[in-house]
């Protein structure tokens, strides 16, 4: 029960409460001495009682006007869900259509797909807490992991504007598991990868991510847009001299995921349809139990103390006209 | 009854309750307040890594003191305004996020300002100009604000010959220029790859002029003019642009060309005022409570009917 007011100063009108203690509110009559009247226990209690009632009210209307309310609460829930970072390409090649055009009014753009679909998996997983990071030439951190559904779709719409450099994901992903530091170990951990393309990661960051990788425990997806005619992850070399990373950075980078150690999926998309199943794959297996905290907005209580008041009013006012008459 | 109807207090309670009456009729009522919707474009170049701000005592450098000062500017601002975030660098700028409402989102903006880093630009010029007019036609259909904070430091220096030409934009975009550093040239920090500072840039770590296309010299003038081979001169350009203090004069130039407004940052209080310029409000209609009016003329009624009366028969003694 964490109470608040808006305005603190005006508690002080609290004082006024104690005013019923001096004066009953009732019509005096006179009588001739006061000692001869009957010492009578119910009329002290009718009285008192009356007191406590304008008193009350007295104390309903200051508190009203204090704006007196329950802060946001917290509760710890236990669900299912998941802690997901969206890691999303930004490369100019995301800007094309999946035929690897610049798009027309029939076809979609890789990123406009991505930025749809996205769209609607981030309306379906209320309890998660997702991030979002997007990365280039350089990665960049654009909203931490929240709850705020809105926050993670702005997010996401403002992939709208135009695409940026290269692609270099082992920045991307070291970024992307650098949202888990600090965060409790609930559910499950996934980065989601959604990129176009793929770049050689160097032997340093190799040793580094598949440490952060262990120890985070993330688990990795990669959805992989891929363009028509263009190499894919499962796409064995045809010549043995193309067998290296420089020359099919695809089917390395996904034999280095292969070899982290921590889970790991990936999903080959060519058009809009496949990238919608391997969404809902994720929205179906992702659904570990964990805890996660449920948000109870502020709560408004001057209504309570105006109707209170109110009501207490009406009973002054009632028992006015009991008053004896003489 | 009728000593009941005579009686003031009857009618106090009687005023007190037809007050609540009124009071949970007439909750609120529609007002209009000034709402804002700013976008931030951060200027995230080398030169802003440039310390030429103080704060406790400690010189920070131009991105950390406009990080800061956006950070505190955030918890002032008005429940309902919104404010988006984005990054410049190279010729273009680009959003990290639509603008959000500053209540419901604090957390979120604010670490998202807080991590912005000059490591996250995705290339190394910084052609101001340019960035501006992409950012302008980028965000011309978001009905939000452009913020655009740079130290006006532009690296390679722009060629007169090829200005940027406003003319799509202005008069259609609103916002403003907000110009960041001291007007004393000071050295910009140089890191390695791992982060750490190792020095700074000198003399000859930058172009000190364009190269691109032609000079605006009149060839006779250039020493060792040559059209094709050396269309700037053989001479090696100097200058001073390793150093980089704010560019105010130019920043102005190009909020007028650009139709955006221009004010310096010096603090929170100057950026507050400058954001309030009553241009880059919106009004909207806000619900607003009005419950507090009847409720107060209902206790100053309900404190008169229990209000202490001098004794009107004295004791006596």
């Known amino acids: 029960m964490n109470w608040a007011v808006n305005t603190p100063w005006a508690l002080t009108g609290l004082l006024l409460a104690l005013l019923p203690l001096l004066n009953s509110g009732m019509r005096t009559s006179p009588a001739p001495w006061t000692a001869l009247i009957p010492a009578d226990t119910l009329s002290a209690f009718v009285v008192c009682c009356l007191r406590l009632c304008a008193m009350a009210a007295i104390a309903g209307l200051v508190l009203g006007i204090a704006g007196l309310h329950r802060t946001e609460q917290s509760r710890e829930r236990i669900g299912h869900g998941a802690h997901i970072v969206l890691l999303l390409d930004r490369s100019s090649s995301m800007d094309n259509t999946f035929a690897g055009r610049a798009p027309n009014g029939s076809d979609e753009s890789k990123a406009t797909a991505a930025r749809r679909l996205l769209t609607e998996f981030v309306n379906q997983r209320q309890t998660d807490l997702i991030g979002v990071a997007e990365y280039s030439t350089s990665p960049l951190f654009v909203m931490p992991l929240t709850e705020n559904k809105n926050a993670v779709q702005a997010a996401i719409a403002a992939t709208a504007t135009p695409a940026l450099g290269f692609t270099h994901v082992s920045k991307g992903l070291g970024m992307a598991i650098s949202f888990f530091e600090q965060q409790p170990v609930t559910g499950s951990r996934i980065v989601l990868l959604v990129s176009d393309g793929a770049a050689a990661i160097d032997h340093d960051s190799e040793l580094k991510l598949r440490e952060w990788f262990r120890k985070q425990q993330v688990r990795l997806y990669w959805i992989f847009l891929r363009t028509a005619g263009s190499p894919g992850i499962f796409d064995q070399p045809e010549d043995s001299r193309d067998d290296n990373a420089g020359a099919m950075p695809e089917l390395y980078l996904h034999k280095f995921f292969q070899g982290l150690g921590s889970p790991y999926q990936a999903y080959e998309a060519e058009s809009p349809d496949a990238l919608k199943q391997a969404i809902a794959d994720i929205n179906r297996l992702e659904n570990l139990p964990m805890h996660y905290v449920e948000r109870i907005p502020r709560q408004d209580l001057s209504t309570t103390c105006y109707s209170v008041a109110a009501l207490l009013l009406l009973v002054l006012l009632g028992v006015k006209f009991f008053e004896v008459k003489r | ?317």
């Open chain 2, 1 to 317: 009854m009728n000593k009941t109807l005579k009686d003031y207090r009857t009618w106090c309670l009687l005023l007190a309750l037809i007050a609540m009456l009124v009071l949970f009729l007439y909750p609120s009522k529609q007002q209009k307040t000034p709402t804002y919707n700013y976008t931030f474009i951060i200027d995230i170049t080398r030169s802003m890594n440039a310390t030429d701000y103080q704060q406790d005592n400690e010189a920070v450098s131009r991105l950390h003191f406009v990080k800061q000062t956006l950070r505190e500017l955030l918890r002032a601002l008005p429940c309902e305004s919104k404010v988006g975030l984005g990054l410049f660098t190279e010729r273009r700028s680009t959003l990290l996020f639509e603008p959000l409402e500053v209540c419901s989102a604090y957390t979120e903006i604010d670490t998202a300002i807080g991590k912005v880093d000059w490591r996250m630009a995705w290339a190394a010029d910084s052609n101001i100009a340019k960035g501006l007019l992409s950012t302008l036609d980028m965000l011309q259909k978001s009905d939000s604000s452009v913020i655009f904070i740079t130290d006006g430091q532009e690296a390679p220096p722009v060629n007169p010959n090829y200005q940027t030409d406003f003319s799509s934009v202005k008069g259609q975009a609103k916002g403003m220029i907000i110009g960041v550093g001291g007007l004393q040239a000071v050295p910009i920090p140089k890191f390695d790859s791992l982060g750490k500072q190792t020095g700074f840039y000198s003399h000859d770590d930058v172009p000190h002029r364009s190269s691109f296309g032609q000079s605006n010299l009149d060839p006779s003038q250039i020493k060792g003019y040559n059209a094709r081979n050396a269309p700037f001169g053989s001479e090696a350009a100097t200058g001073n642009e390793h150093l980089s203090a704010l560019q105010e004069t130019y920043l102005e130039k190009l909020a007028a060309e650009s139709g955006l407004a221009y004010t310096r940052l010096t603090g929170l209080q100057n950026l507050n005022q400058a954001l309030q310029n009553p241009k880059l409000a919106t009004e909207k209609l806000v619900q607003t409570d009005i419950r507090r009016q009847p409720a107060l003329f209902a206790l100053l009624l309900l404190c008169l009917v229990y209000l202490p009366k001098p004794p009107k028969y004295r004791l006596l003694s």
